[in-house]
């Protein structure tokens, strides 16, 4: 069974600072990997996903896969007070019978960001 | 655009107790559904998922049902409720095939007395 490790726990930074967070998983058959931010009391939102080795940059977000080493990382840049959330890794298996829509999530990093 | 809501926000039950907690997608036609189930400290775990009216398929077994009445509704449900059903649970939607994104409602917090 797929199993997703996320590091660190936690994390305080200034507001600016660039932000990194990582996250292992177990199956090398995993497909995609997703991150999600999910503020206290709501339901996680989907902030960008990568299935190819190598990496993906979006605005201030730039996720780094490497399959071999099965590790993700997700860099966030100039960070602000709005991004203080908890960040979600995400692993799907191959999109078939049981696993259909399965996404298999870490523990998650609590970010906190001060002004 | 697409909109999911869940209801209720909040539910506060005693065990043994009955509970149906729903959602609704609009503005998108014969999405897959799922439920996704988040113990307080621990992280979250689909439940059940469907990709058509009338039928779902149980993940994990929890004591817990669901079930599909409309294209764009999706009910969980049971007739007894246990103090471990106790957590947060979401409703997610996403499109028919593929590795597609799930798209979270706001969650139900469900307290179990």
């Known amino acids: 069974q797929e199993k997703v490790q996320q590091s660190p726990e936690s994390l305080i930074v200034p507001e600016g600072a660039m932000v990194s967070l990582n996250c292992s998983f177990s199956d090398s058959a995993s497909q995609s990997i997703w991150w999600y931010q999910q503020h206290p009391g709501k339901g996680p939102k989907a902030l960008i996903s990568i299935f190819s080795n190598g990496n993906k940059k979006e605005g201030r977000l730039t996720v780094y896969l490497n399959r071999a080493s099965l590790h993700v990382s997700l860099h966030i840049k100039d960070s602000q007070p709005s991004d203080s959330a908890v960040y979600l890794c995400?692993?799907?298996?191959?999109?078939?019978?049981?696993?259909?829509?399965?996404?298999?999530f870490g523990h998650g990093t609590i970010l906190r960001v001060h002004p | 655009a697409q909109t999911i809501h869940q209801w209720p926000v909040a539910e506060i039950k005693a065990v043994g107790s009955p509970l149906s907690l729903g959602c609704t997608i609009k503005?998108?036609?014969?999405?897959?559904l799922y439920w996704y189930w988040q113990a307080t400290g621990g992280t979250l775990q689909q439940l059940f998922y469907?990709?058509?009216?009338?039928?779902v398929e149980s993940v994990v077994q929890l004591n817990l049902s669901a079930s599909r009445p409309k294209d764009d509704q999706f009910i969980l449900s049971t007739e007894k409720l246990l103090l471990s059903h106790s957590g947060f649970y979401l409703c997610a939607w996403s499109l028919r095939s593929g590795q597609n994104t799930l798209y979270f409602g706001a969650g139900t917090r469900l307290s179990v007395l």
């Open positions: 469907s990709i058509t009216v009338g039928q």
């Open positions: 503005g998108k036609s014969s999405p897959n």
């Open positions: 995400a692993v799907s298996m191959p999109d078939t019978g049981a696993n259909t829509g399965k996404l298999t």
